[in-house]
């Protein structure tokens, strides 16, 4: 069993950044690979980024490449997600999500195994 707790949203304006944590806590953190995801209201909840067990890989959302970016410390049991530039299409609840697989990256919410309990993040415009 794997605890995740998310943290750092908050209402900002377009065009500011973000960085969202997720902390784990149970079996060995560094055995999954992690995703973040997002959901609006009255919408799927959608991949954004995911990474691989030791960081070496990585994987986007066309909507978020060359905004977003994905990393984690496995010293410090914890998944990062920096939002830059945001929009606010960005607005959503945003939740962490460990897959123990070991396959690849993958992007389909079913495929995971660990869900934190979501973090609101609003961009007004």
């Known amino acids: 069993q794997v605890q995740l707790v998310e943290s750092g949203g908050g209402l900002v304006q377009a065009g500011a950044s973000l960085r969202l944590s997720c902390a784990a806590s149970?079996?060995?953190?560094?055995?999954?690979?992690m995703g973040w995801f997002r959901q609006a209201p009255g919408k799927e909840r959608d991949f954004v980024a995911g990474?691989?067990?030791?960081?070496?890989?990585?994987v986007y959302a066309d909507s978020v490449k060359g905004r977003f970016i994905i990393s984690r410390d496995n010293n410090k049991n914890t998944v990062y997600l920096q939002m830059n530039d945001l929009k606010p299409e960005d607005t959503a609840v945003y939740y962490c999500?460990?897959?123990?697989?070991?396959?690849?990256?993958?992007?389909?919410?079913?495929?995971?195994?660990?869900w934190g309990q979501g973090t609101q993040v609003t961009v007004s415009s």
């Open positions: 149970g079996r060995t953190f560094s055995n999954y690979d």
């Open positions: 990474i691989s067990r030791s960081g070496g890989s990585t």
């Open positions: 999500a460990a897959d123990r697989s070991l396959l690849y990256i993958r992007r389909n919410p079913t495929n995971y195994d660990y």
